[in-house]
């Protein structure tokens, strides 16, 4: 029989306290004691990946608005979020889920289900004018132009992937 270790974010937060979601025991949250939440982090204890608890409100009005966004924003004290790769945006998805198609009892605020999440992975068509996206309201994923507006969910930690575009 194996046993499960517990496993931490990779990276350290100063008297970071990981509670965990007891409704989805997958996620843990870390809430930096601040009004409101658009600062509280989740850790996916499966992937080993940290999310925003609470993705921005506001589509960006481009892919490369969503990764120079990314560059900029500073969250649990820390710099280095990014777009996740399709397939780590993917990991969230459960699909016998709808409407979100997110997991059971999950500890995500906010999430928009009338458009696309970007990812950092390129499309197929037209190089490099089009990235793949997800939309956690109909369960679509899709090859979308790159000039088009849609949400960003940022990620920490994981592979990723480079901007070459």
Do not use: C
């Amino acid at each position: 029989m194996f046993r499960r270790s517990v496993v931490l974010p990779r990276w350290d937060i100063t008297e970071a306290e990981w509670l965990d979601h007891r409704p989805n025991s997958r996620f843990a949250i870390y809430d930096r004691s601040t009004p409101g939440e658009s600062d509280d982090l989740v850790f996916d204890k499966e992937t080993g990946l940290v999310w925003e608890r609470s993705p921005a409100p506001d589509k960006k009005p481009s892919w490369d608005a969503a990764v120079v966004y990314s560059y900029s924003k500073a969250l649990g004290n820390r710099k280095g979020w990014r777009l996740p790769a399709i397939e780590e945006l993917l990991s969230l998805v459960d699909p016998a889920q709808t409407q979100p198609t997110l997991p059971q009892n999950h500890p995500f605020l906010n999430v928009k289900l009338d458009d696309f999440y970007w990812s950092s992975s390129l499309g197929m068509s037209a190089l490099p004018t089009y990235a793949w996206a997800y939309h956690f309201g109909n369960g679509d994923t899709s090859n979308t132009l790159k000039s088009s507006a849609r949400y960003a969910w940022l990620v920490r930690g994981g592979f990723g992937h480079d901007y070459p575009y």
